[in-house]
T-cell receptor, first 116, second 111 residues
Framework: GAVVSQHPSWVICKSGTSVKIECRSLDFQATTMFWYRQFPKQSLMLMATSNEGSKATYEQGVEKDKFLINHASLTLSTLTVTSAHPEDSSFYIC????????????FGSGTQLSVL | ELKVEQNPLFLSMQEGKNYTIYCNYSTTSDRLYWYRQDPGKSLESLFVLLSNGAVKQEGRLMASLDTKARLSTLHITAAVHDLSATYFCAGSQGGSEKLVFGKGTKLTVNP
């Protein structure tokens, strides 16, 4: 079964609104989660590392004020796209490593965001 | 800075044929991952390769790692239509779980 639950699967919003995406690790605790973005027909790019109980670490070029990450518990990280614009339209995916899975990293089902 | 290059980016093949996808990386990578992605879906973990000479096989897919050449391969044997998908390789560095992905190889297996 799924190790990581991400939702919503897709969201359509108006420009200027904010959208929250949730990533939950199921049946295990995750002190670290990762958020990736994938533009159509392109590869995945790491946006940020979400750390439980502390501030997220953002990759170069990613605006921390635009992409707010909260990792308030050991099983939940949220990514909020604030004041979304059409150029933020993308597929957002979280990933987690479960200790019991060895070296495998598990990905959420992804969220397709379309900003009108 | 780790960079990962995959080729080919597009691959169209007939059922029953064999082919190899190549993944080169620029600096030492602790681990090398292979993932499969179906359209509109997330990533499915295929293999994790940890050491030089590692070879893993599952069904018609076999992955290998040559750390000296900084090369990993994903070999497809007797392809079937169900293998049509985009395949990504990814590396990680410095004990980090942050992945650097290749651009992906879109595989189409034709009947």
């Amino acid at each position: 079964g799924a190790v990581v639950s991400q939702h919503p699967s897709w969201v359509i919003c108006k420009s200027g609104t904010s959208v929250k995406i949730e990533c939950r690790s199921l049946d295990f605790q995750a002190t670290t989660m990762f958020w990736y973005r994938q533009f159509p027909k392109q590869s995945l790019m790491l946006m940020a590392t979400s750390n439980e109980g502390s501030k997220a670490t953002y990759e170069q070029g990613v605006e921390k004020d635009k992409f707010l990450i909260n990792h308030a518990s050991l099983t939940l990280s949220t990514l909020t796209v604030t004041s979304a614009h059409p150029e933020d339209s993308s597929f957002y995916i979280c990933s987690v490593r479960a200790v019991t899975s060895g070296e495998k990293l598990f990905f959420g089902s992804g969220t397709q965001l379309s900003v009108l | 800075e780790l960079k990962v290059e995959q080729n080919p980016l597009f691959l169209s093949m007939q059922e029953g044929k064999n082919y190899t996808i190549y993944c080169n990386y620029s600096t030492t990578s602790d681990r090398l991952y292979w993932y499969r992605q179906d359209p509109g879906k997330s990533l499915e973990s295929l293999f994790v390769l940890l050491s030089n000479g590692a070879v893993k096989q599952e069904g018609r897919l076999m992955a290998s790692l040559d750390t000296k050449a900084r090369l990993s391969t994903l070999h497809i044997t007797a392809a079937v239509h169900d293998l049509s998908a985009t395949y990504f390789c990814a590396g990680s560095q410095g004990g980090s779980e942050k992945l650097v992905f290749g651009k992906g190889t879109k595989l189409t297996v034709n009947p």
